[in-house]
T-cell receptor, first 118, second 108 residues
Framework: GAVVSQHPSWVICKSGTSVKIECRSL??????MFWYRQFPKQSLMLMAT?????????EQGVEKDKFLINHASLTLSTLTVTSAHPEDSSFYIC??????????????FGPGTRLTVL | GQNIDQPTEMTATEGAIVQINCTYQ??????LFWYQQHAGEAPTFLSY????GLEEKGRFSSFLSRSKGYSYLLLKELQMKDSASYLC?????????FGQGTELSVKP
């Protein structure tokens, strides 16, 4: 149980284009999903917290107009990197918290999406 | 905010025991997680401590002292496949705040 998928697993795009990454909770409902970015040899940096049916909460320094997050259902959140540039190349990981877990902090992580912007 | 500190890298020998330490700020703390991450993959859950003491799970154990803002992950009978990054994360303000990760290399 508690499986989270991400699609695509990797993507290469040209500078200036937009890329959408999907995060799905496959066997549970997730009221809250999180988006992280990880650069090589570094830890996970939280970008934003996404709650179903409401606007995402972005961490300091993360541009909300560049990283668009939509959490339209209890099993799907999307991250769109708009007008991507080479410095946006990174490993993007989503996680989800099980609605049934109440106040528990445990998050289930997706397999990640490797974005390369040329 | 929350500041998580752990060593950047460690090296140990196959079959040995290694302890990875983690310190955090205690204000607003809501539990301590340890994750394992292999290169290019997502983190996988190892342990969760919310009360003081030692939690043992097979070869892996995790310890927490809330008053000291201190945790450690203990890995016994090290295997080559244990070479990975180990991430300490504190629950805080509804989020998980991650340390920079400890890169563990297990050598024969």
């Amino acid at each position: 149980g508690a499986v989270v998928s991400q699609h695509p697993s990797w993507v290469i795009c040209k500078s200036g284009t937009s890329v959408k990454i999907e995060c799905r909770s496959l066997d549970f409902q997730a009221t809250t999903m999180f988006w992280y970015r990880q650069f090589p040899k570094q830890s996970l940096m939280l970008m934003a917290t996404s709650n179903e049916g409401s606007k995402a909460t972005y961490e300091q320094g993360v541009e909300k107009d560049k990283f668009l997050i939509n959490h339209a259902s209890l099993t799907l959140s999307t991250l769109t990197v708009t007008s991507a540039h080479p410095e946006d190349s990174s490993f993007y990981i989503c996680s989800a918290r099980d609605r049934a877990s109440g106040g528990a902090y445990e998050q289930f992580f997706g397999p990640g999406t490797r974005l390369t912007v040329l | 905010g929350q500041n998580i500190d752990q060593p950047t890298e460690m090296t140990a020998t196959e079959g040995a025991i290694v302890q990875i330490n983690c310190t955090y700020q205690t204000s607003g703390f809501n539990g301590l997680f340890w994750y394992q991450q292999h290169a290019g993959e997502a983190p996988t859950f190892l342990s969760y401590n919310v009360l003081d003491g030692l939690e043992e799970k097979g070869r892996f154990s995790s310890f927490l002292s809330r008053s000291k803002g201190y945790s450690y992950l203990l890995l016994k009978e090290l295997q080559m496949k244990d070479s990975a990054s180990y991430l300490c994360a504190a629950g805080w303000g509804g989020k998980l705040i991650f340390g920079q990760g400890t890169e563990l290399s297990v050598k024969p």
